[in-house]
């Protein structure tokens, strides 16, 4: 007979404790990482630019798109932190831009999403939040809208 086997004083780490980190499925994302830095929302724009052209959403507006990703990464480095990584995600003619700032200091807010994003034509919906991850902004895009309809 051999002696009961040392039981830990703590549980293993397991999916129980851990916080959910981001996960995306069924549909088609991209992360991009960028440099906490003032040429980090420029280059964020071309990137993730690129990276939906991939999606094939023609009707998308450019230029809501840019100034949303562009506002996005300029809120998240201007908050602090050391990276920011952009999540792209699309749905149902839809497309998500989340940027994280990734500092997890007891921050009360994330602070609100930029004016000149909140008001974009193609932007249907906008926020912040805090999470595990750090301060995260977001906005939801209409990547095909409806034509705007002319006066008589």
């Given amino acids: 007979m051999e002696p009961p086997r040392p039981q830990p004083a703590t549980k293993p780490k397991s999916l129980t ?12 994302a991209r992360v991009l990482a960028f440099r906490a830095d003032r040429w980090a929302a420029k280059k964020a724009a071309a990137q993730a630019a690129l990276a939906v052209a991939e999606w094939d959403y023609p009707l998308l507006d450019e230029h809501d798109f840019l100034k949303t990703v ?43 999403v930029p004016a000149e994003v909140a008001v974009l034509r193609t932007v249907d919906a906008c926020g912040a939040h805090i999470d595990h991850d750090g301060h995260a902004w977001w ?5 095909r809208p409806q034509p705007t309809k002319r006066l008589a």
């Avoid at 998240?76 to 839809?94: N, P």
């Avoid at 906005?139 to 990547?143: M, P, R, S, V």
Wanted: proline share 3%; aromatic share 0%; glycine share 12%.
């Fill in 17 to 28: 404790g851990v916080p959910p980190r981001l996960v995306v499925t069924s549909r088609r």
């Fill in 70 to 112: 562009h506002g996005l990464v300029g809120t998240a480095v201007a908050a602090g932190g050391k990276r920011v990584s952009v999540h792209l995600a699309d749905q149902e003619d839809k497309i998500l831009v989340m940027v994280l700032n990734h500092q997890t200091g007891e921050q009360d807010a994330a602070g609100a």
């Fill in 139 to 143: 906005a939801l895009l209409n990547a």
